[in-house]
C-alpha cells in the first residue's frame, strides 16, 4: 500500500497563476484534509470531506477550492495564485468513525513568486 | 475556540538526559489529544494518543485536565528522537474529528 501520496513534490507558480494539488490514498479512508504549514504557525486546515462528493471548509479556506469527486482522491486548487499562498501542503486521511489517527502524506511544497 | 499551546519552538538536550515537550490546550469539552512527530525527510506520523495510554518509543503523555496540559515525556533522550514535534488536539464533537495543531517544537539531542 501506497498510504497517501501528493503530486507534484515540488511546484512554482508567477502570481495568477493557477494549479491543482492532488492527493490520493488507497486505505478506502472516508476522512481527507487538506492543511498547509507554514514555519511558526503549525498546520492549518484548509478545507476537509468526510466522504465522496462532500467538502467543507476548515480553518484557512480563502484562496481555495476542494473537489472529492471519487472516495481516494481529494483535490485542492488555487484559482489565482498569491505569494500569501507560498507554503507546504500537506494531505491527510484519515478512517472516519471513533477517534481515529490521521495518515499524512509526504507535502507538495508550493512557491508563488 | 480550540487553542494548542507549545511554548518552546526549540528544545535541546544532551543524550540520557531526561526531556519534556510542554502543550497546553484550550477546548470546551473533553479533549481528543495527540502527539505527532515528523523525522527529517519523512512525512508527519502518530506518536501517541492520550486514550490509548501506551508508551510509544518511551515516551509517554498524561493529560492533566485540571492544568489543561498535555505533555510528552522521556527518561532517557536518544539520538534518534532528534525531530519536529506537534501537540494536536481533535475536534471530534463537530463529527469530522478536525485536528488544530500546536506550532510544534524541534527537539534537538545531543550527542
Known amino acids: 500500500n501506497a498510504g497517501v501520496t501528493q503530486t507534484p513534490k515540488f511546484r512554482v507558480l508567477k502570481t495568477g497563476q493557477s494549479m491543482t494539488l492532488l492527493c490520493a490514498q488507497d486505505?478506502?479512508?472516508?476522512?481527507m484534509y487538506w492543511y498547509r504549514q507554514d514555519p511558526g504557525m503549525g498546520l492549518r486546515l484548509i478545507h476537509y470531506?468526510?466522504?465522496?462528493?462532500?467538502?467543507a471548509k476548515g480553518e484557512v479556506p480563502d484562496g481555495y477550492n476542494v473537489s472529492r469527486l471519487k472516495k481516494q482522491n481529494f483535490l485542492l486548487g488555487l484559482e489565482s495564485a498569491a505569494p500569501s499562498q507560498t507554503s507546504v501542503y500537506f494531505c491527510?486521511?484519515?478512517?472516519?468513525?471513533?477517534?481515529?489517527?490521521?495518515?499524512f502524506g509526504p507535502g507538495t511544497r508550493l512557491t508563488v513568486l | 475556540a480550540q487553542r494548542v499551546t507549545q511554548p518552546e519552538k526549540l528544545l535541546s538536550v544532551f543524550k540520557g538526559a531526561p526531556v519534556e515537550l510542554k502543550c497546553n490546550y484550550s477546548?470546551?469539552?473533553?479533549?481528543?489529544l495527540f502527539w505527532y512527530v515528523q523525522y527529517s525527510r519523512q512525512r508527519l506520523q502518530l506518536l501517541l494518543r492520550?486514550?490509548s495510554r501506551e508508551s510509544i518509543k518511551g515516551f509517554t503523555a498524561d493529560l492533566n485536565k485540571g492544568e489543561t496540559s498535555f505533555h510528552l515525556k522521556k527518561p532517557f533522550a536518544q539520538e534518534e528522537d532528534s525531530a519536529m514535534y506537534y501537540c494536536?488536539?481533535?475536534?471530534?464533537?463537530?463529527?469530522?474529528?478536525?485536528?488544530?495543531f500546536g506550532t510544534g517544537t524541534r527537539l534537538t539531542v545531543i550527542p
Open positions: 491527510a486521511s484519515m478512517r472516519g468513525q471513533g477517534k481515529d489517527e490521521q495518515f
Open positions: 492520550h486514550i
Open positions: 470531506s468526510v466522504g465522496e462528493g462532500t467538502t
Open positions: 494536536a488536539l481533535s475536534d471530534y464533537q463537530t463529527g469530522a474529528n478536525n485536528l488544530f
Open positions: 477546548y470546551s469539552g473533553s479533549p481528543e
Open positions: 486505505m478506502n479512508h472516508e476522512y
